[in-house]
Nanobody, 118 residues
Framework: QVQLVESGGGLVQPGGSLRLSCAAS????????MGWYRQAPGKQRELVAT???????NYADSVKGRFTISRDNAKNTVYLQMDSLKAEDTAVYYC????????????WGQGTQVTVSS
């Protein structure tokens, strides 16, 4: 069993910053990808950023230059530094862990609310 626990969400003003954390625990394959997805009311869940255990990153165009994803492989923890936040960043942010071992294994956290409002 793998458990992902997110933290760091909250209410911030436009232009402000938040840092999200997601700690994974359990039996985790060392080669994996972790990332953040978000879902706003009435919209589909979308990719925000991902990072592999090797350090390769991928960002949604909407957050490039504003968000930074990083990870600590030893702790199986992924972080999302969010700067210059906009109202449209308001969503529930979900942590994701994915790896391949014969088939695909994918796990999700329960989500943390990020609200950007004046």
């Amino acid at each position: 069993q793998v458990q992902l626990v997110e933290s760091g969400g909250g209410l911030v003003q436009p232009g402000g910053s938040l840092r999200l954390s997601c700690a994974a625990s359990g039996s985790i394959f060392n080669t994996n990808a972790m990332g953040w997805y978000r879902q706003a009311p009435g919209k589909q869940r979308e990719l925000v950023a991902t990072i592999t255990s090797g350090g390769s990153t991928n960002y949604a165009d909407s957050v490039k230059g504003r968000f930074t994803i990083s990870r600590d492989n030893a702790k199986n923890t992924v972080y999302l530094q969010m700067d210059s936040l906009k109202a449209e960043d308001t969503a529930v942010y979900y942590c994701n862990l994915r790896y391949y071992y014969i088939g695909v294994y994918e796990y999700w956290g329960q989500g943390t609310q990020v609200t950007v409002s004046s």
